[in-house]
């Protein structure tokens, strides 16, 4: 695809939820579960590696690779000289965003940024629900975010949908967002009374008095009143705000001052060849063969030298071999 088309359309692809899975389908890492996601992005990442000229770089991963992305877009940014503060940037911002104004009860375990060294990026990113066993992936490209707080994905993959979400980046949750970033400018003890008179109130969305406690919540209405957010941004990206502190502030907004934010999952489905579970339908082999097949005469046909098309072939015939 490097051969062929510019880098940008190379994260074009990576952001498209369908794209996304059918390649890691393909690629036979896995059917439908989360593994596909973890894996299909580590190999795409130790794949750019290689690369001598610096295309498309790649940072981040599952669990503590997550937590060392910032580091390593460093490390790149010392060995090829760009700029690594809007990658770090845009990193720290997709993972808050999703896990701060989408509550949606997936918690982010891996996050993965793929980024050209003149600023452009792709954000993939999956969470995953304990009790369900399911998890739900995230799409971000950087030239479609025109507000990274207001409906900034170019997709969602889910393999359920949920019936209550808090979905703050929704256009209906603007009056909503309003409110919020008001009332963290507010005095501390007043948006404590308001947020007393609720606890008994019935719930709009998941929301006890137990999950707030009083001191944290206190603390943090203390650094938003000193800190003066001009924006929802600003005040996503204040240290020790996190999603309780938003819901509260949302159900706040919601049941005191009568703006509702949106409750609507905006997740989208995506399978490709069927599920080794049988969901939503089994897995037809013989399409599964014609793909290694299609695979196979598509890296022979591509514009590379004689040695880097017997090393693709060689790692094809090694994914693909009965003992794999």
């Not at 949920?162 to 009332?183: A, G």
């Not at 890296?299 to 060689?314: F, P, S, V, Y």
């Amino acid at each position: 695809m490097l051969e062929e088309f510019p880098p940008e359309e190379f994260l074009r692809r990576l952001s498209h939820p369908g794209w996304f899975q059918a390649l890691g389908c393909v690629l036979g890492f896995d059917w439908h579960s989360s593994g596909l996601t973890t894996t299909t992005t580590a190999a795409l990442k130790e794949a750019l590696s290689e690369l001598s000229t610096p295309l498309i770089l790649a940072a981040g991963g599952k669990g503590r690779a997550a937590l060392r992305t910032p580091l390593e877009v460093e490390s790149l940014a010392e060995r090829f000289a760009f700029d690594p503060l809007p990658i770090i940037k845009a990193s720290r911002l997709s993972a808050k965003v999703d896990s701060a104004l989408l509550q949606d009860g997936y918690e982010i375990y891996h996050h993965a940024i793929f980024f050209t060294p003149e600023g452009k990026w792709a954000v993939i990113q999956q969470g995953m629900r304990e009790e369900l066993k399911m998890a739900r992936r995230y799409h971000w490209l950087s030239s479609q975010v025109k507000d990274p707080t207001q409906e900034p994905h170019t997709g969602i993959s889910s393999q359920k949908k949920e019936k209550v979400v808090l979905d703050l980046t929704s256009r209906k949750s603007l009056k909503n967002k309003e409110i919020i970033l008001q009332l963290s400018r507010e005095k501390p003890e007043k948006v404590k009374k308001d947020f007393s008179l609720i606890l008994n109130m019935p719930r709009r969305h998941a929301l006890l008095s137990a999950d707030m406690r009083p001191e944290n919540f206190h603390r943090a209405l203390l650094k938003t009143y000193e800190r003066t957010p001009q924006d929802i941004l600003q005040l996503l990206m204040i240290r020790g705000i996190g999603a309780k502190f938003i819901r509260a502030l949302s159900l706040v907004a919601d049941l005191i001052y009568g703006a509702a934010p949106s409750y609507e999952d905006p997740a989208l489905y995506s399978f490709a060849h069927g599920g080794k579970d049988k969901t939503p339908y089994p897995l037809d082999f013989r399409v599964y063969e014609t793909t290694i097949e299609v695979l196979e005469r598509a890296i022979k046909r591509a514009k590379l030298g004689d040695r880097e098309k017997l090393k693709a072939l060689k790692k094809l015939s090694q994914e693909f071999s009965p003992g794999a």
